[in-house]
Structure formats: C-alpha cells, structure tokens
C-alpha cells in the first residue's frame, strides 16, 4: 500500500518565479491538506482540498493556491515566490470523515534565492 | 480555536532513561489530540492519536500518552530511551468539527549514550 508521495523532492527557484508541487494521496484517501514548515518550527496549515474545492484556508496570501484532481492527487502553486517562502512543503492525506488523522508525504524542500 | 504549547524546545535524556515530552493544548470543543515524530529530512510520522474513550494511549515504539482533561495535558512517555528515538516530536490538536490540525513547534529529542 502506497503512501503519500510528494515530488519533487527538492526545488531551488529565483524570486519572482512560480513553483508547482505534486502531491499523491495514500490509497482510499478523499482528502489533502498542505502545510508549510520553516526550518525549526511546526507545520503550519496552507489549505485542504476535497471533492476537488478548497474546503479550509489558513493565514496564506493569495499567491498560496491549489488544485485537486478527479482521482485526489493535488498539486500547491505559489507566484511571486519570496525569500521567506522557503520551507519545507508537506502534503498529508486523509478520509474526511471520522477522526480525520492525516498521514504526511516526505515534504518538498524549496529553496528560494 | 485551538492551540498547543510543548514545553521545551531540546530535551536530552541518557539512553535507558524515562523519556517525558511536554504537551498542553486550548480547545473550545473535545479535542482529537496527535503526536507524532519527525526524522531529519523526513516526513511526520503518528506515533498516536487520541480521539475518545480511554485515556492512556499506546502508540508506536514503545510511547504512550495521557490525556488529561483537567490539566488540558498531552504528555508523551517512554519508559527507556533508545539511540533511535532522537528526533523531532510535534504535539497536535484538532476541535472535532474542525478540518486543519494546529501544530505545536515541536521538542527536539537528543539521547546521550
């Protein structure tokens, strides 16, 4: 049984570019949330996706989007890329009923210069 | 809304020894309550859930955790440490009705031999 596969695994972009992540969830999972995670501190919540629609946002700007496809795979764009966008980018899956327990992809570490 | 705090940012404890990790949470509703570990360059790993029922949670590698309500506590325990057990140890909370998991900054755990 697949988990959830992120790629790439690493990025390095110039400022003002864009970037595309990747993310497939764990089999049988509907549901994919994104988080940032900046080295030395916690995830922080992006947004999730459902039935293909962003169901919950956090405090991300605009240039924070994303999409889902039909078979739940999901991808997080960010323009206009800043320094301070380089983290660690996690994507985790889950059913949306129940308790919800999210299981995590490897991350995708963007780099920023 | 909901919060976690984990007390201590670095614990280091002997290989063999009782490994205590810090965790309060705020939360307007009961809380599913989550821990899980980071190893460098990875993804975060559940070592346990708590969502109802018994208090006292057994999770992977020999952790458990107890739910207090009074003290809106989460610590992690493990009887004996071991070499592979040094990591990065997120705490989290999720309100039953809510879809994103809020994250504590996370305690790093160094063993000495």
């Known amino acids: 049984d697949a988990g959830v596969t992120q790629s790439p695994t690493h990025l390095i972009k110039t400022r003002g570019q864009q970037v595309t992540l990747r993310c497939s969830p764990k089999s049988g999972h509907d549901t994919v949330s994104w988080y940032q995670q900046a080295l030395g501190q916690g995830p922080q919540f992006i947004f999730q996706y459902y039935e293909e629609e962003e169901r919950q946002r956090g405090n991300f700007p605009d240039r924070f989007s994303g999409h889902q496809f039909p078979n739940y795979s999901s991808e997080l764009n960010v323009n206009a890329l800043l320094l301070g966008d380089s983290a660690l980018y996690l994507c985790a899956s889950s059913l949306r009923t129940g308790v919800q327990e999210q299981y995590f992809g490897p991350g995708t570490r963007l780099t920023v210069t | ?113």
């Not at chain 2, 810090?22 to 009961?30: E, G, L, T």
């Open chain 2, 1 to 113: 809304a909901q919060s976690v705090t984990q007390l201590g940012s670095h614990v280091s404890v002997s290989e063999g020894a009782l490994v205590l990790l810090r965790c309060n949470y705020s939360s307007s509703v009961p809380p599913y309550l989550f821990w899980y570990v980071q190893y460098p360059n990875q993804g975060l790993q559940l070592l346990l859930k708590y969502t109802t029922g018994a208090t006292l949670v057994k999770g992977i590698n020999g952790f458990e955790a107890e739910f207090k309500k009074s003290e809106t506590s989460f610590h992690l325990t493990k009887p004996s440490a071991h070499m592979s057990d040094a990591a990065e140890y997120f705490c989290a909370v999720k309100g039953s009705s809510a879809s994103k998991i809020i994250f504590g900054s996370g305690t790093r755990l160094s063993i000495r031999p």
